[in-house]
């Protein structure tokens, strides 16, 4: 039987299962040398003896079976919890314990729960601390501390982070009372701005009740962890002189320092200091830094990174072996066009890419700077930030060593680059035929991929497929871009020119774009529409999509008369069918293998489109497209009339090119995906892997020696891997931050105002409509007059787009959400930061998408 009571100097102390987070982490630093005061822990086997009870357990299981919004019910339940456990009694052989153990004294009483101070939360300020407590009263506070299991803030901190109940137990730290003359909190790392070489201390007279309560107001410090110096001491309000010396202040940030090298992590460090010595009472993860991404090699100097994520308007984590492969995808972009410097980065599941040497020249970091401007205007803001409050993150020593790019080091480093963009666009300009030609680049791409395609499926052995499928994959760069840049920037540089030359119709450019036969994804989203046209045929269909949660395929093959539409469906899929949402995320099922998300367009589009076919859609696009190239050459000077011609068939023309790689690109990642779940089947069978799904958590290198050898997996945790990836994925990522930690925020130069948030205008018009937070576009739908509201889009939401204006805290004018929603004549403000929380599902809105403002109406 475990033990009741275990000293903080035994070595079973250190196990978070008997002594929980905080008491384990108490008594590995006091066994390592920290100043850890005397004391002991009353281990999980009183919490498990106590909660022994059926009547307890019948709480605890109502409790885990609670509706999460029911609060008033869980409330209830969690008191009756803790007046059951209150009222137990405490063991005889614990009280001995404790009196041979414990000499008398004032103790702190303080809950230990087996997941507090854990990297995943570390339910600060949830469970029950008693300070002061004399030998005799011991038993009550003990108690206290473990019914705070169930306090209300305990409960609802658990059902926010999606941590089960059931598990859970709790421990309980008896430490004797430092007599404080001076106390406070000193977190390793600045727990506002993420950065690790900065330290800041909270401190107080005594114990720190007041600053506690909110009755005093504490000193604040910040501290340079390299040296030890001051930067900053701010005197609390309701005192004229500091509480701690510069001395102390160095010598709490080298204890807080060694504390985190201990655990692995920046920690927030309670102390105390009583004639001048310094004690450690606890310590606990600071569980909202985001990781600083790790780069190879690692470099000295200060770097500055921004999310891959952001950029592809998919800024959720990844699994290792995704991670793995795009961060060897750009490093073969950066070797294609002949940049030297590595730049990919990887932290909390995220790519990150090293923008360092193209922001230590003003002149390149301006021009860095206007493009985020476009494509994802916060970033360009937390850029703007980093360089006025932290210039020495950017500053790099003249000379050509320095790794700094100025003008011409620029241009001799990126010319491969330039001239791959640029070096075709005079053809493309003068090209007469601008649809003709964007019809045999299309079939280009189509058979360069069915090439590709072919040598992947010629491999037989799942190791083999897998390593052509990456190999694939990384030589796909030769023929996605290259035929790519020259139609593109001409159609761009023409709906510029457009703009200039009829400065007074410039909105009308943006209706040039609707109904573009040759964009992959309007066909796309057409036939989606021309999908529903077809349910609608079949009454027995149309009822079963539209009337409750959306049927699978199977539920409509038992329908009479589905045979139209499951045919109609099927030729979809095997077009689209390699297509999905967040798609770069090659872990995420295809169309092909999960057809809800098109299914739950499908239904929407029967509920909002009542009378309406596609092809009056496409008629209407196509009349306003018609309508705004009419009024650019009715606006012209009649000497320009003919060049505005020109530009708008140029515009038009090769606009449709813009979704044509990353098209390409969908089929290889959906063979690459089908590669290696084979691998994970194989592995699986050849118990290395538990389960297939698993392969996801391995790199590239494991999953091909595993394929040669099973052994060498043998030593991987799959199971940390799982946790860590689940962790990752409730992380927020910042678009930039740099090899300090230091997150810079983003200052927008129009800052918002109650009811006014400011993003950047993707698609002109102004629309009122209810907001719809979608956070599963699998099985969300979005109904007439609804705004969608979302964190990010990609290629998979775009169906959904047909039925709303859009809203999105990512994103930029060019990125593909802004580009869809400018083709379907959608109102669309992105890059609005928090617009998800902002932004209440239901709530009556305003989307200016010229302006980029959306304002809450009610």
Same mark, same amino acid.
């Given at each position: ?51 022994? /009870? ?11 079976? !609670? ?226 991404? &790790? ?18 308007? #998919? ?149 083999? @497929? ?52 040759? /964009?992959?994804?309007? @066909? #796309? ?83 909002? @489109? !009542? ?62 995906? &089908? ?18 799904? /698993?392969?996801?958590?391995?790199? *590239? ?24 990836? &689940? ?50 576009? @699998? ?43 400018? &083709? ?29 403002? *959306?304002?809450?109406?009610?």
């Amino acid at each position: 039987m475990p033990p009741l009571l275990l000293a903080l100097d035994a070595p079973l102390a250190t196990e978070p299962s008997l002594t929980g987070g905080k008491g384990a982490t108490l008594a590995r630093l006091r066994q390592r040398g920290f100043p850890v005061p005397d004391g002991a822990v009353v281990t999980t086997e009183l919490f498990d003896r106590v909660t022994d /009870d059926p009547a307890i357990e019948r709480l605890r299981d109502r409790l885990e079976r !609670a509706d999460e919004d029911d609060t008033p019910a869980r409330r209830a339940i969690a008191a009756d919890l803790r007046r059951a456990i209150r009222d137990r009694s405490v063991p005889a052989d614990l009280r001995d314990a404790l009196t041979a153990t414990l000499p008398d004294g004032p103790y702190a009483v303080r809950s230990s729960g087996t997941s507090e101070d854990s990297p995943d939360a570390s339910f600060a300020g949830q469970y029950e601390t008693t300070l002061g407590v004399a030998g005799g009263d011991l038993a009550g506070a003990i108690l206290a501390c473990l019914a705070s299991l169930f306090s209300d803030r305990a409960v609802a901190y658990r059902a926010r982070n999606d941590l089960a109940t059931a598990a859970l137990s709790m421990a309980v730290v008896v430490q004797r009372v430092v007599d404080a003359d001076v106390s406070g909190i000193c977190f390793s790392a600045d727990p506002l701005t993420g950065t690790r070489s900065v330290s800041v201390i909270d401190a107080g007279r005594g114990l720190g009740e007041a600053q506690v309560s909110g009755t005093a107001t504490a000193d604040t410090l910040r501290v340079d962890r390299t040296d030890g110096s001051v930067l900053a001491y701010h005197v609390g309000a309701d005192r004229t002189d500091p509480v701690l010396t510069d001395r102390d202040a160095t010598a709490l940030v080298r204890i807080a320092a060694r504390i985190e090298d201990t655990l692995g992590r920046p920690q927030d460090v309670e102390w105390a200091i009583a004639d001048g010595e310094i004690a450690v009472l606890q310590a606990r993860p600071i569980t909202a830094l985001y990781p600083v991404p &790790e780069r190879e090699p690692p470099g000295g100097d200060v770097r500055v990174y921004y999310s891959f994520g952001h950029r592809q308007g #998919m800024p959720e984590a990844m699994p290792p072996l995704v991670l793995d492969i795009w961060e060897t995808e750009v490093e073969f972009v950066r070797e294609h066009f002949g940049l030297a410097e590595r730049f990919g980065a990887t932290a909390g599941g995220r790519l990150y890419i090293d923008l360092t040497a193209y922001l230590t020249s003003p002149w390149v970091r301006d021009r860095l700077v206007r493009n985020l401007d476009i494509v994802d205007r916060p970033a360009a803001n937390a850029l703007r930030t980093l360089s006025e409050d932290h210039p020495e993150a950017i500053a790099s020593p003249a000379g050509p060593g320095s790794g700094g790019l100025g003008p011409l080091r620029t241009l001799r480093s990126t010319w491969p680059l330039l001239r791959a963009m640029v070096g075709s666009i005079p053809g493309s300009m003068l090209d007469s035929t601008p649809a003709a030609t964007l019809d045999g680049i299309r079939r280009q791409y189509t058979d360069a991929g069915d090439a590709a395609i072919e040598r992947i499926d010629a491999a037989e052995a799942p190791a083999e @497929r897998f390593t052509t499928a990456g190999r694939e994959l990384e030589s796909a760069i030769d023929w996605l871009l290259d035929p790519f840049y020259g139609p593109l920037l001409s159609a761009m540089l023409a709906g510029a020119a457009l703009r200039r030359l009829v400065p007074e119709e410039a909105d009308s450019v943006d209706a040039l774009a609707l109904g573009i036969e040759g /964009d992959v994804v309007y @066909r #796309m989203t057409r036939q989606l529409g021309e999908l529903a046209d077809v349910a609608r045929e079949s009454p027995a269909v149309a009822t079963a999509l539209t009337d409750g949660d959306t049927p699978s395929r199977a539920d409509l093959a038992a329908l009479d008369g589905s045979e139209a539409f499951l045919d109609a469906f099927d030729g979809f899929l095997s077009t689209y069918g390699f297509r999905a949402i967040g798609e770069i995320d090659v872990s995420r099922p295809r169309y092909r293998e999960d057809p809800t998300p098109l299914l739950t367009v499908v239904a929407s589009t029967l509920e909002t @489109r !009542a009378g309406t076919t596609q092809n009056d859609i496409d008629v209407a696009l196509r009349a306003r497209a018609g309508a705004a190239e009419t009024r650019l050459i009715r606006a012209a000077p009649a000497p320009v009339a003919p060049l505005v011609r020109r530009l708008i068939r140029t515009h038009r023309g090769y606009l449709g090119i813009r979704e044509l790689p990353k098209f390409a690109l969908a089929r290889l990642l959906a063979e690459l995906r &089908e590669a290696a779940l084979a691998a994970g089947d194989e592995l699986t069978g050849r118990g290395a892997l538990p389960d297939a799904g /698993d392969v996801w958590l391995l790199t *590239v290198a494991e999953v091909t020696q595993g394929l040669s050898d099973p052994r060498t997996l043998s030593g991987i945790d799959i199971a940390g891997r799982r946790r860590e990836f &689940e962790r990752d994925r409730r992380l927020t990522p910042p678009r930039i931050i740099t090899s300090t930690g230091y997150v810079p925020p983003q200052r927008d130069s129009e800052p918002a105002a109650d009811r006014r948030l400011h993003g950047t205008g993707a698609a002109p018009g102004v629309v009122e409509g209810t907001a719809t937070v979608v956070t599963d576009p @699998r099985t969300q739908r979005v109904g007439r007059g609804d705004v969608l509201v979302a964190a990010y889009t990609d290629p998979g939401w775009t169906p959904l787009f047909v039925n709303a204006a859009v809203v999105t805290e990512v994103g930029g004018r060019l990125t593909h959400g802004s580009l869809v929603a400018r &083709e379907y004549g959608i109102p669309a403000v992105v890059a609005v930061d928090g617009a998800t929380e902002a932004l209440a599902e239901g709530s009556r809105v305003r989307v200016d998408g010229t302006n980029g403002v *959306v304002e809450i109406l009610e």
